[in-house]
């Protein structure tokens, strides 16, 4: 008896042991079974228990079983750490209250049978009080905000969701619950919304661009979570994978490395069947697509879901033969953006989007830059404002052309944006995207977006939002309205003395020009 009690001691100070024999979870179809750590499951205990880590952002698919295993450890380390304060922090008080009592009531009354007269555990609310016999209580708290100080586990729930809906509340989740947890630890999961904006996506991203080698016990890891890594995500039916699908997963291959097997592609068939746009949200297959998700009066969602699903981004190659052109969304140097692209036939090869490599790369830089690796490179399209007069005394357009930028011409100024944006959607059937050139821009073209707004007329009207993701999407657009205006049919070029600039001009765009008083300006704005 001596010898099964020392036993049972010495196994009770292995929390890897413990986890995976003490436990129950209660199934989502109500049943209680014993917890057998899946593969992730158990990679996260022991990267906690045996690992040293405490920090995590775990950005999921759903259904992973996160909740759980974190869960059991905070049953865990309620039960075996005396002492400690331990918050679960999630969207919704109710939604707190229900993983303390399917998920940590559940672990610890198993604890407690199978260990009869060693813990005192009293059940609140959204509080639970654990003491084993000798030793000082834990509590556990549950809620929508925690702080405070002292925390030795924090679990986070659904802070993306929160980042998007509330951001005040993420704010202050990140700056009360986060240091209140400052020596314990912090598991923070969650499907993404939002996008690339918001607090969970800045504490991601700040945490990969720390390398893992130099990673301290105050950095966060980033574990993420995609749908075909749980085994549960295949379907063995009879239905047939359809030329969208194969194409989609082709792009996966061909950019991310990553393969699937016929079961598995056929149950993503059938869960993007269900959930459509938000796919990403629900289902991301990289960490890249988990913020690529639509937004609130997101403008290219449907056409960029449709365009991917039909093979429209794959491998593009430059085609040196023919001639290449720009569209340019002119702003601040980083903001200043570029689209390359060629006509094939009928169709639009959108080839790249630029940037510029860095805050500081002048314009003749980043003009030989681009005309070295495009040099069939005919004409570029900026927006009207180009043709404006700047604080150096010089036009935009001007200092592109002084920098050697060939073709410049100045689209009309559109009376609407929404007259060039319905264009763009009634047209994007015509454009194939090289998968690499334009990667950084897909999730920005995702969250280009309007929010309903009243004029001073109580005019109701959709207003398109002014940020980053505009700065990406409107070369896009001003390739649209480039066609509209017949300037993408290749003619005769000739050289405007007066302006300075090579035209190549449709009838709709002299007409316009015209009727805008457009020449007069430009001569004296723009004369050399």
Not at 77 to 92: I, P
Not at 419 to 448: K, P, Q
Request: charged share 25%.
């Amino acid at each position: 008896l001596v010898m099964e009690v020392s036993e049972i001691a010495k196994l009770l100070k292995d929390p890897m042991w413990r986890i995976s024999h003490l436990y129950e979870i209660k199934l989502t179809d109500g049943n209680i079974i014993p917890y057998k750590p899946r593969k992730f499951q158990e990679e996260l205990h022991r990267a906690c228990y045996c690992e040293g880590k405490r920090r995590f952002l775990i950005p999921k698919s759903r259904r992973q079983g996160c909740s759980t295993a974190i869960g059991v450890m905070m049953a865990d380390m309620a039960a075996f750490e005396e002492g400690w304060k331990l918050a679960l922090v999630d969207r919704t008080l109710g939604d707190a209250k229900e993983k303390l009592t399917d998920i940590v009531k559940v672990a610890l009354d198993s604890l407690k049978r199978k260990l009869p007269g060693l813990f005192e555990i009293s059940y609140f609310q959204s509080r639970i009080i654990v003491k084993m016999t000798g030793r000082r209580a834990s509590e556990i708290v549950g809620g929508k905000y925690f702080r405070g100080s002292g925390l030795g586990f924090a679990h986070i729930s659904e802070l993306g969701t929160i980042a998007t809906s509330e951001p005040k509340r993420a704010a202050e989740i990140v700056n009360g619950t986060f240091p209140a947890a400052k020596d314990g630890f912090i598991f923070v999961e969650t499907t993404v919304r939002g996008g690339k904006r918001g607090v969970f996506y800045e504490n991601v991203m700040n945490a990969l661009s720390v390398p893992e080698e130099e990673r301290g016990d105050k950095d966060f890891h980033v574990v993420f979570l995609p749908w075909w890594s749980d085994e549960n995500n295949k379907s063995k039916g009879g239905e047939a994978i359809n030329a969208a699908t194969e194409s989609y997963f082709e792009t996966l291959r061909s950019k991310s490395g990553i393969v699937v097997t016929e079961e598995q592609k056929r149950w993503w068939q059938q869960a993007k069947r269900q959930h459509g746009v938000s796919m990403n949200e629900e289902y991301p297959s990289t960490l890249e697509e988990a913020f690529e998700v639509p937004m609130e009066g997101a403008i290219l969602e449907a056409v960029l879901d449709k365009a991917v699903q039909e093979g429209a981004f794959r491998k593009l190659a430059y085609d040196a033969t023919k001639p290449c052109y720009c569209t340019w969304d002119l702003g601040a140097p980083l903001n200043t953006i570029n689209l390359v692209f060629q006509l094939d036939g009928p169709f639009i090869n959108v080839l790249e989007l630029d940037s510029g490599l860095h805050a500081s790369e002048r314009v003749a830089e980043r003009v030989t830059r681009l005309k070295s690796k495009y040099p069939t490179l005919q004409a570029n399209f900026l927006p009207h404002d180009g043709g404006y007069m700047t604080d150096t005394g010089m036009t935009q357009a001007q200092m592109w052309q002084e920098a050697g930028l060939p073709g410049i011409q100045l689209l009309p100024k559109s009376k609407d944006k929404w007259i060039g944006i319905n264009y763009l959607l009634g047209m994007f059937d015509l454009f194939r995207f090289d998968v690499e050139g334009t990667g950084r821009a897909y999730s920005y073209w995702l969250s280009y977006r309007c929010k309903p707004e009243v004029s001073e007329g109580g005019i109701f009207k959709n207003e398109i939002v002014h940020d980053n993701a505009s700065h990406w999407a409107d070369p896009l657009r001003y390739v649209a309205e480039a066609k509209m205006n017949n300037l993408l049919v290749q003619g005769p070029t000739t050289q405007d003395y007066k302006a300075g600039i090579t035209c190549t001009f449709g009838k709709y765009h002299r007409e316009r020009n015209i009727g805008h008083n457009w020449r007069g300006r430009f001569e004296r704005t723009f004369r050399i």
